[in-house]
């Protein structure tokens, strides 16, 4: 099978406080995987393994062929242009205008385009997330949800193969998690992206994963589809699902 | 365990601060070598360097202009008695000019620039850690070294030397006119009296220090705000933290420039 | 964020009139050091730079003109010194304007003094060697100093010597200022000496003067004459007497029946035969006086001599007068006491 993202035996400590205990985990092209588990357990630090923000300690990680262990500064900048990240509370640069937040990365990247094409394909991305009308304000003046979609537009921006999501609905209120949910399954049909969605929203997860896995005590504790851990009988699986259902 | 840990457990005869501080020592020199690395790798932001340009230089200058000018006018004020005791008086101008262009000015601007750069870089760059920014920038393949640290380490390095110029020309001003509260001397006699003094192994390496001092500040609020700790409190400390070692590296700076112009001049 | 044309321009404006203010810095801080501009290299070979600097002014009349270039040493006795100088000044500078450090102020900056020098002399040229003088330094004058009183120091050694000895009763001085008795003896002996000579000098004055008995008689040249006089009327006088006698002796007159007594007639010839010869030698001795013979004479005559042993006298008067005082000062000074008094604090130490 061809897998985008291979890990195995991964590990990382954070002073003297061990976070991943040795995560397996491989992922399919085109697939929608999502990662639950409780806050601080270490998912954020697993995606961010992924695309080399951080280095962890010992394993196996492979990322569209690249070694991400060691990786050369040729390899980081080619997964970089592969993998979108949409940052839990957007990471908009907020000394800039909206506009200048998604040609921020196509002008300094192996975009090749003249202003207007760059300016083009910011309005077009734009267009997708229905965010044309903020295209000259402060990120200041925009919404926890344009913010995110904001967020989303820049990572669509550079047509990446993998996108990965932190937490893209948490903090928002149930209709915009909606749209946002919408938007990431758009972005697949449209895209053919591959995603891994780090969230502990349960309707997020239903709406939008293929599979999903819970990692518990810096291992995974389960996976498999939405419907089956639901109907799952280990008591913690379910109290994780109705806990969140409330 | 990490390295560090093993570290203190190993030599936990050294006090916690000092490890901090050969920690703290030895990161910003690896992260002033990421500095000169990145400065000569393309692409150079050059319109970030122009602005960063813009808000240390010439946004700082109306309060460096105002310290500078009530300097100069103080020190004259101050000096003045002293001198007429020894019947020096003609001396004021040459005197004030001496301590001010190879001495207060340049210190004094620069920590004000630690106080008002380091502190602001320290809190933009923690901000832009804590919301992630950073890490988004890193991401989207832009080096956010490149973008944020070089532009912003380069400008105070070429900003504060003007700032210090400018100082030093304020404060000759404000010398000029405490000069005149008591006496009359014209301009033309008191630019004479304060060039007659100056020499360029006076003048030069008052320059030339404040090139470090500019860097000193830019490289260290930068390297406290890019590795702020998460939180407001992490931010928080960030700014603060710049302002303190900024100072006190401008003052280090100041020590070794005193004896290195003594060795070569 | 970007820059906009607003920000551009204060940004231009900024940095435009910071450069243009490390120009004019540099640039006026070069003028007077005269780096840039046309200038003119002469140079000048000095035994001892006295602390000169490379940028140190050099001075003509007074005037900054031209700033030290370079130093350097060329063998252990020559240190060539370049200068820099205003071209305008050329035309009054000399081939033999000598150049000399001095020093402004008194703990001023050294600097290069070019003197003028003499008009039929050729104008300078550039790469010219300027004779050079040692100028005068305040270090010299100090050293000066240093010697004096260093001289100064080993003087007041050999009076503390001298005084140590006569404290001690060594030498002569030792034992005028030591023994008691001696000195009071001294002491008495120069009162004496000291009245005698001032009786001495009141009568030379007056002898000199011509006053009182001696004086009239011994210097008054009529009163010779009018011994001369006496001395001629006594033999006049004296023959009469003879004629007298012989008439008494014939028994003529009254003084003839008185005197015929031969025992009386003896006497008289006796006493006018001493008179004769008395008067023979005043007569002698008048005659030597007048002719200027003989001591008493010089003694009181030649006024000359007596002014002069007068002036010995007085001369020996004040000598001894002033050998009191110094032998009063000596004793006074505080060297003396102080050593003195240390003197007595070991012989104390000593008796206890």
């Known amino acids: 099978m061809d897998y985008v993202i291979e890990i195995e035996n991964l590990k990382k400590t954070f002073e003297d406080k061990e976070i991943l205990k040795g995560i397996n985990l491989h992922l399919p092209r085109e697939e929608n995987l999502a990662v639950c588990g409780k806050s601080g357990i270490g998912k954020t630090v697993l995606i961010k393994c992924m695309v080399g923000l951080m280095q962890p300690d010992s394993g196996k990680i492979n990322v569209l062929g690249k070694d991400m262990m060691n990786p050369s500064l040729k390899d980081l900048e080619f997964i970089r242009r592969k993998i979108g990240f949409v940052f839990q509370g957007s990471a908009l640069y907020d000394s800039m205008s909206v506009r200048e937040n998604l040609s921020f990365t196509l002008k300094r990247s192996t975009f090749s385009g003249s202003k207007t094409a760059i300016a083009e394909r910011v309005e077009e991305v734009l267009e997708s997330v229905g965010l ?57 049909k449209s895209n053919k992206v591959t995603s891994v969605i780090i969230t502990h929203d349960m309707n997020c997860v239903r709406m939008t994963s293929d599979r999903m896995l819970i990692i518990h005590d810096g291992l995974i504790y389960t996976e498999g589809t939405f419907e089956q851990l639901k109907s799952s009988d280990d008591p913690w699986i379910s109290s994780f699902f109705n806990k969140k259902e409330e | 365990m990490n390295e560090v840990s093993k570290f203190r457990h190993t030599y936990n005869w050294l006090p916690e601060s000092v490890v901090d501080l050969f920690i703290e020592v030895g990161e910003l020199t690896r992260f002033t070598g990421r500095f000169f690395k990145e400065l000569f790798r393309p692409p150079f932001e050059f319109n970030e360097f122009l602005y960063q340009s813009y808000i240390v230089g010439a946004k700082s200058l109306g309060l460096i202009g105002l310290t500078g000018f009530i300097l100069g006018l103080v020190m004259t004020l101050q000096s003045r008695p002293v001198l007429i005791e020894f019947g020096a008086e003609a001396w004021l101008p040459g005197m004030v000019s001496v301590s001010i262009v190879t001495e207060i000015g340049p210190v004094i601007t620069a920590l004000i620039c630690a106080g008002k750069i380091a502190s602001q870089f320290g809190a933009v760059l923690g901000s832009m850690r804590v919301t992630e920014q950073i890490d988004a920038m890193e991401v989207s393949g832009v080096n956010p070294i490149n973008y944020l640290v070089v532009t912003r380490v380069l400008a105070t390095t070429l900003m504060v030397p003007l700032l210090v110029l400018y100082a030093d020309a304020i404060a000759l001003a404000g010398s000029y006119m405490a000069v005149n509260i008591h006496g009359n001397i014209s301009a033309t006699l008191f630019i004479f009296d304060v060039f007659d003094v100056l020499h360029f192994s006076d003048f030069l390496p008052a320059v030339v220090k404040t090139v470090f001092f500019g860097f000193m500040i830019g490289i260290i609020g930068c390297y406290k705000g890019y590795f702020a700790g998460y939180g407001t409190e992490g931010v928080g400390k960030a700014a603060n933290t710049a302002v303190v070692s900024a100072s006190l590296a401008v003052f280090l700076i100041d020590l070794i420039a005193v004896q290195v112009t003594h060795i070569i001049y | 964020m970007k820059m906009n044309r607003i920000k551009s321009i ?3 404006l900024f940095v435009s009139i910071g450069i243009l203010i490390l120009i004019l810095g540099i640039y006026t801080i070069g003028l007077r050091q005269s780096i840039f501009g046309t200038s003119l290299m002469v ?3 000095f035994t001892d730079v006295k602390g000169l600097q490379v940028g140190s002014n050099v001075r003509f009349a007074g005037i900054d003109i031209g700033a030290v270039s370079n130093i350097t040493i060329i063998n252990d006795t020559s240190i060539l010194v370049n200068f820099m100088l205003d071209k305008d000044v050329q035309k009054f500078i000399r081939k033999d304007s000598k150049a000399v450090i001095t020093v402004t102020g008194l703990l001023g900056n050294k600097v290069v003094n070019i003197m003028p020098g003499s008009l039929n002399s050729e104008i300078i040229e550039e790469g010219d060697i300027l004779p050079t003088d040692q100028g005068i330094e305040i270090s010299d004058i100090l050293r000066e100093l240093e010697k004096s009183s260093r001289n100064t120091s080993a003087i007041t050694r050999n009076i503390i010597d001298i005084t140590e000895k006569i404290n001690r009763g060594e030498g002569m001085f030792g034992q005028v200022f030591t023994d008691t008795i001696f000195s009071q003896n ?11 000579t001032d009786n001495f000098a009141t009568i030379t004055d007056q002898i000199i003067n011509e006053r009182g008995l001696i004086g009239h008689l011994l210097s008054d040249t009529s009163l010779v004459k009018e011994f001369h006089q006496v001395s001629d009327n006594l033999t006049i006088a004296s ?19 008185a005197f015929t007594d031969t025992s009386f007639l003896q006497n008289i010839i006796f006493s006018s035969a001493n008179t004769k010869d008395a008067t023979k030698t005043l007569a002698e001795i008048t005659n030597q006086i007048k002719e200027g013979k003989g001591f008493i004479n010089k003694l009181l005559m030649d006024s000359t001599f007596s002014d002069s042993i007068s002036t010995t006298l007085e001369n020996l008067n004040r000598g001894i007068i002033e050998l009191q005082e110094a032998s009063d000062a000596v004793e006074r000074s505080w060297l003396i006491r102080l050593f003195s008094g240390s003197k007595k604090k070991e012989r104390k130490m000593r008796k206890q």
Do not use: H, W
């Not at chain 1, 295209?135 to 925009?142: G, R, T």
């Not at chain 3, 001294?186 to 005698?196: D, H, K, P």
């Not at chain 3, 007497?241 to 014939?250: D, H, P, R, S, T």
């Open chain 3, 239 to 257: 023959e009469n007497l003879v004629n007298i006698v012989e008439k008494i002796k014939q028994g003529e007159g009254i003084f003839g029946k």
């Open chain 3, 10 to 12: 204060k940004l231009g």
């Open chain 3, 186 to 196: 001294l002491g008495r002996i120069s009162v004496n000496t000291a009245e005698l």
């Open chain 3, 43 to 45: 140079r000048g070979i």
């Open chain 1, 132 to 188: 044309v009308d903020a295209i000259d304000k402060m990120p200041a003046e925009l919404s926890g949800g344009m913010k995110k979609r904001v967020g989303l537009a820049r990572t669509l921006i550079k047509s990446p193969e993998i996108i990965l999501y932190d937490e893209p609905t948490t903090g928002l209120d149930p209709a915009t998690s909606m749209e946002i949910n919408e938007m990431i399954l758009d972005v697949r």
